[in-house]
């Protein structure tokens, strides 16, 4: 699932969390390969058939797991034997293994719902953790061993559109990406665990009444990106689709779009891009939207999942919000975020009171084989009374980048520290903004290290 990695000895858990968690994994041994066997079967599903950067990653933490290599599932020991990283490489810029590690997550919890909650033995890796959990296994027989889904459950003939649903339904609560939402309500993503971090306590006061009004929601707002889709039809007039714009696609870029003889779309007369405004999010969105709801599980917090297309003045003074996405993929983050010292534009972050060593423009650019996009984490209130929090890159993989550092504790702690000690009393500040500086995979979309660069404490200029 896409919650977090961290880093230091397994995640810079306390020691006996650390001490339990090899006490588990020597119970196992003796089902090594049980153990094996359920990890290839994993490796080769369709959760992970898509990354071999996630199989690779899942492979060898199980492995060092086995072996007893507790030292080897660090952050700094996965970047350089998994992803080459040179032995002095900055762990805290370069979040290459905390992405994976929420990648494999996401992955895992994928595998075990496509499974329908038939397989009793399970590879797990705890948020906070790199190191393997096995469960399962001891009851586990060598003759039945991770038999598919299916053969467990026999054929699913009785209700196949039902099962498919339930599948569906789930998946696109753990991705929180690409649905359709159709309604106006917001979804409970996430409720309290008993289960706590102590160092996610001063999310609390970071956070403020976002984390502690049990008054007021806290809802997780995700754009809604102007998507345009490319689709076929009978009808020369305009696609079977609903949607307010439907262009003809010109002979020439048809041929770029539809390669493929075998594609679906050659089989029609009539092609066409058509806009979608509201079935999509970003990916960074919604890889911040999954951290955010775990982040939340640590403070106690519960948090609903809305879309930024449903907010206006009269719910959104009765809850509090995070919003994730830039001000061009969302009208709302245009509407309710007043002018601050950085605002975004759609390729830039302006600085309207630049501090010394500080530049007036923050541009989105390319060097070699390198993005460097820039971001937010801008907290306001509203005249009514509620808070507002905004997650942003000027890129979804910027986003997914700002959610990634404002969601680990050890690099968010710092600046927390700052911006209490910018004020005289050394309280928190209500409206308060953190620019930092994003690193981009362009190939991958990846966000490969992030950086703080300045804040601002007070409200609007």
Aim: net charge positive; with cysteine.
């Amino acid at each position: 699932m896409l919650s977090r990695g961290f880093s230091g000895v397994a995640g810079k858990r306390d020691q006996a969390s650390h001490n339990a968690a090899i006490a588990r994994i020597a119970g196992a041994l003796p089902h090594a390969n049980l153990i094996r066997a359920h990890l290839r079967e994993i490796l080769n599903s369709t959760a992970f058939k898509g990354s071999r950067r996630s199989q690779e990653f899942l492979r060898h933490v199980v492995e060092c797991a086995l072996a007893g290599n507790w030292e080897r599932l660090k952050e700094r020991s996965l970047g350089i034997d998994v992803f080459s990283r040179d032995a002095s490489y900055d762990t805290g810029g370069d979040s290459i293994v905390r992405v994976t590690a929420s990648d494999v997550r996401r992955r895992l919890m994928q595998y075990y719902a496509e499974c329908n909650g038939t397989h009793a033995c399970r590879i797990e890796m705890p948020a906070g953790s790199y190191i393997p959990e096995f469960a399962g296994f001891e009851d586990a027989r060598e003759d039945d061993r991770f038999v598919s889904s299916a053969a467990r459950t026999g054929p699913q003939t009785a209700n196949p559109n039902g099962l498919r649903f339930r599948k569906i339904a789930l998946l696109l609560i753990l991705l929180v990406a690409g649905w359709a939402m159709g309604m106006a309500s917001a979804h409970l993503i996430y409720r309290p665990s008993a289960k706590t971090d102590a160092r996610y306590a001063f999310y609390r006061e970071l956070l403020g009444p976002i984390a502690t009004d049990s008054g007021h929601e806290t809802e997780v707002a995700l754009s809604n990106p102007r998507v345009l889709l490319y689709v076929a039809s009978n009808n020369s007039a305009s696609p079977t689709w609903p949607s307010t714009l439907n262009a003809r696609v010109p002979s020439e870029i048809e041929k770029i779009l539809n390669p493929s003889a075998n594609d679906v779309q050659a089989k029609y007369p009539f092609h066409f891009l058509t806009l979608a405004d509201q079935d999509y999010t970003g990916m960074g969105e919604a890889i911040s939207a999954f951290n955010l709801g775990q982040l939340m599980r640590q403070i106690g917090r519960p948090v609903r999942v809305t879309e930024a297309r449903f907010l206006n003045w009269a719910s959104a003074r009765n809850v509090h919000l995070i919003l994730l996405g830039a001000p061009q993929m969302s009208s709302w983050v245009q509407e309710s975020m007043e002018r601050s010292n950085f605002t975004m534009e759609h390729d830039a972050i302006t600085n309207a009171r630049p501090l010394s060593g500080e530049r007036k423009t923050y541009n989105r650019s390319i060097a070699g084989n390198v993005l460097e996009d820039y971001g937010l984490i801008w907290m306001a209130h509203l005249p009514s009374g509620s808070r507002q929090l905004l997650i942003a890159g000027l890129t979804s993989a910027g986003t997914a980048g700002v959610g990634d550092f404002f969601c680990d504790p050890d690099r968010m702690r710092p600046v927390y520290e700052q911006l209490r000690a910018a004020r005289k009393n050394g309280s928190m500040p209500s409206d308060w903004q953190v620019l930092l500086r994003i690193h981009i995979q362009p190939t991958e979309n990846v966000p490969l290290q992030v950086s703080f660069v300045s804040l601002r404490v007070g409200g609007t200029n």
